[in-house]
């Protein structure tokens, strides 16, 4: 199974021609080697890196001694060159020009091998493409590299000249740039890497790289003496305690001078980027006077804008500064092109798919617009970067679905003329659903985009699952298939619940968990990781736990479990705290989950009122524990309450208005073609009377509008739960519920909320 992934990878590049067999050049022979690996004494500190990397590896697989010389002169028969300058003193008609920073150069000239490449990482790469494709060397992970032994290593005749399409290859997994030693050898060149001069450096960025205007032009400095800077909201300039939500009259031209000042001053402090970022912050706050409404206007886009304002300040770099690059984002708002503003050479566009489908292709009718758009910006951008998503950012340890588009999705960008891609996935913490996995999947693809992807896919698991690879295989095939029979809108957030989901599919899941632990519980290197990999089932077990445990007595399905979740949890905790997991989401570590999972006396419920003598599937019940909550901790907890229909709940404070207890509609069951009526359970701790006590509603994510809203006054709650109607209509898989105090700290101590519940009519 290896060689015949080594063959894939080495066919895969470009340019690659084998001679006759007899060309056939013997490194090792039995263990022993005549060969010494060369390197010139003026080499860098990368190239040097490369030498001792090559003879580290070659000795740990052929068990043979090869001395490292370094030389000006290659006067030595049996020789591997490394480095550029050497190479070129050997073969003098090799081509090195053109390879740019990371291109390769593998040939075999009589009894000599060169691996060389351009600077600064060239070589680098040059050398472990090498270790992988002739030595059979993987670094699957930071914990596991697989090391052939191979006393006797002939390599055929070697004629390989690559350069990657991708200049900028970043894979945002915390399992890929937590280490440097893998993030080089697997040939990721991105900011987050940090990969310093002996590893060859990075695509670096100037300062911040993505959301910067916040810091460029920070409102608690500036928005009091220049509010004109500032964008006009409602008629009126606007800022924000939270500078991300605020932003900027990026048509004023004070501003945009100012911009560029602060622009030269990033660059003066950090000399070493090559790209510096103005973009745009993390909101959906732009300007709407009206120089920027005209302008967005005549260009279809509230880009238009922006990119006039970036064009303006690339233009001052260029003349200053050129060899920087200014990065912008084509984000939410700004993703559609512009109409005829076209970015300046230097100016980079990275296009963010944070709306889209992470199930379906991005080439995919169910992600046409994305389509529209990177098809409209490839004929406008002469360097098109993408920040794409491949995790679940609310919930790294959930099953999410998405192997199967990863391949597709770098070739539909490179089809595109992308020259660098951001591929963000978990980046907190170890331990997310299969990010191993992802990591070198996605590095390999981003590398060379025309690998075949189930191939890598297949041969991951195979090294790192070892003898319970084919159960793993089984469940991935399992869950990929489940989810694409559902066919629905995947996006970056999926719930506990996601429809996907299924009993049968959690109860086979944990029987191909439970048999490929079997299959390595003596072998103490691979059983952690199988467990790692056992978690995301676990983790929606404890998530849905009584929901489950009702639905499987319900519907005649045997549990697999304990009928105790502390047995579930226990393990849970027990092997993230071995293998390094502190955190499972985007900015929520583990501890929220601990606060989820305590035992705070929750029970089985029974169906929601009025729902007693409807048949499973004509009503789909929400227990809090399904819950949404923003802030988990601050705005929305779970709680012990007597008074639930399960013994929990939500408690919101009453000092807030948030909407802090969201139940999505992406669930199991739903029907977006039928009507149905919504409800909430909720109850009011009071102490008063005056003013409103919370507020509900139904909160249309894709069309970005309230299709169901209410409130109830603080004269008319008793402190008892009381069933609300929130709405009837129909519902999309892109909603959510909410429910909300009223921010009335005098008059409400809190808001529970014990479940919400759709019945169909």
């Known amino acids: 199974m290896l060689r015949t992934a080594l063959t894939v990878i080495l066919i895969g590049l470009l340019a690659v021609t084998c001679g006759a067999a007899g060309a056939e050049m013997t490194l090792a022979a039995n263990g022993q080697t005549d060969y ?318 944070i709306e889209c489908s992470f199930l379906h292709p991005l080439s995919a009718p169910e992600n046409s617009t994305f389509g529209d758009d990177i098809r409209a910006w490839s004929k406008l951008s002469d360097r098109l970067y993408i920040w794409d998503y491949t995790t679940n950012f609310s919930h790294y340890l959930l099953p999410h679905p998405n192997l199967r588009v990863l391949g597709p999705n770098i070739r539909f960008f490179v089809d595109h003329g992308v020259k660098g891609v951001f591929e963000q996935g978990a980046y907190h913490s170890y331990g997310a659903e299969f990010a191993p996995l992802r990591s070198w999947v996605i590095a390999k693809l981003l590398w060379n985009p025309d690998l075949d992807d189930g191939a890598l896919i297949e041969e991951f698991v195979n090294g790192y699952y070892g003898a319970a690879a084919p159960p793993i295989m089984e469940y991935i095939t399992l869950l990929h298939d489940t989810a694409d029979e559902w066919g629905g809108y995947m996006h970056y957030a999926q719930q506990p619940n996601a429809p996907f989901l299924t009993l049968d599919l959690l109860v086979e899941a944990e029987r191909l968990f439970t048999q490929a632990e079997a299959l390595v519980a003596d072998d103490p290197d691979v059983l952690p990781r199988v467990q790692v990999a056992h978690l995301p089932i676990r983790y929606v077990w404890a998530r849905r736990w009584f929901d489950l445990e009702r639905e499987a007595a319900l519907t005649g399905v045997e549990w697999p479990l304990s009928h105790d979740p502390n047995v579930n949890a226990e393990e849970f905790f027990r092997v993230a705290a071995e293998n390094g997991v502190t955190a499972i989401g985007e900015g929520r570590g583990i501890e929220t989950l601990k606060l989820r999972m305590a035992d705070i006396g929750r029970v089985a419920s029974g169906p929601p009122p009025g729902c007693e003598d409807l048949e499973f599937g004509e009503y789909i019940d929400m227990q809090d524990s399904s819950f949404r909550l923003a802030h988990e901790g601050e705005w929305a907890e779970l709680k012990h309450d007597d008074l639930a229909s399960d013994k929990a709940a939500a408690r919101m404070g009453g000092h807030h208005n948030e909407w802090a207890a969201q139940q999505p509609t992406s669930i199991r069951g739903l029907d977006t073609d039928a009507t149905w009526k919504v409800y909430a359970s909720i109850r009011c701790e009071k102490k008063g009377e005056e003013g409103g006590a919370f507020t509900f509603g139904v909160y249309d994510v894709q069309n970005k509008v309230t299709v169901g809203y209410g409130g109830v006054a603080c004269a008319d709650v008793d402190g008892q739960y009381q069933t609300y109607e929130i709405m009837t209509g129909s519902l999309s898989e892109q909603m959510y519920i909410y429910v909300a105090p009223a921010m009335n700290p005098d008059n409400i101590e809190a808001v529970w909320v014990d479940r919400i519940w759709i019945v169909k009519q």
């Open 36 to 353: 010494t690996i060369v390197v010139d004494p003026d080499a860098t500190l990368a190239e040097k890196r490369a030498a001792a990397e090559l003879q580290t590896f070659l000795g740990q697989v052929t068990g043979a001694e090869y001395p490292l010389l370094e030389t000006g002169a290659v006067d030595i028969e049996r020789a591997i060159v490394v480095g550029p300058d050497l190479a070129a003193k050997v073969a003098p008609d090799l081509d090195i020009d053109g390879l740019g920073a990371d291109g390769i150069i593998i040939e075999t000239r009589g009894e000599r091998l060169i691996l060389a490449g351009d600077r600064p990482r060239g070589t680098l790469y040059a050398v472990y493409e090498f270790l992988e494709s002739e030595a059979g060397i993987r670094w699957w992970a930071v914990n596991a590299t697989h090391i052939p032994a191979k006393p006797t290593l002939v390599i055929p005749d070697l004629h390989v000249r690559y350069v990657p399409t991708l200049e900028y290859r970043e894979t945002f997994w915390y399992d890929a740039f937590a280490d440097k030693d893998w993030a080089v050898r697997n040939k990721n060149n991105g900011k987050q890497t940090r990969l310093d001069e002996v590893h060859g450096g990075n695509v670096s960025y100037v300062g911040n790289f993505v959301h910067t205007f916040a810091q460029l032009v920070n409102p608690a400095e500036h928005f009091e003496a220049h509010p004109e800077w500032f964008a006009l909201i409602d008629g009126e300039r606007r800022t924000n305690d939270n500078a991300q939500r605020t932003g900027l009259c990026l048509t004023n031209p004070e501003l945009k001078d100012f911009l560029v000042e602060r622009v030269f001053e990033w660059i003066e402090e950090h000399p070493e980027g090559e790209i510096i970022s103005v973009s745009q912050n993390d909101s959906r706050v732009y300007c709407h006077c009206d120089e920027c409404t005209a302008l967005e206007q005549a260009e279809g886009s509230p880009m238009g804008p922006l990119l006039a304002a970036v064009n303006y300040v690339a233009e001052k770099v260029a003349e200053k500064y050129p060899d920087v690059a200014v990065d912008t984002l084509a984000y939410q708002y700004t993703r559609p092109a512009t109409a005829t503003i076209k970015p300046l050479p230097n100016v980079i566009i990275r296009l963010c798919s």
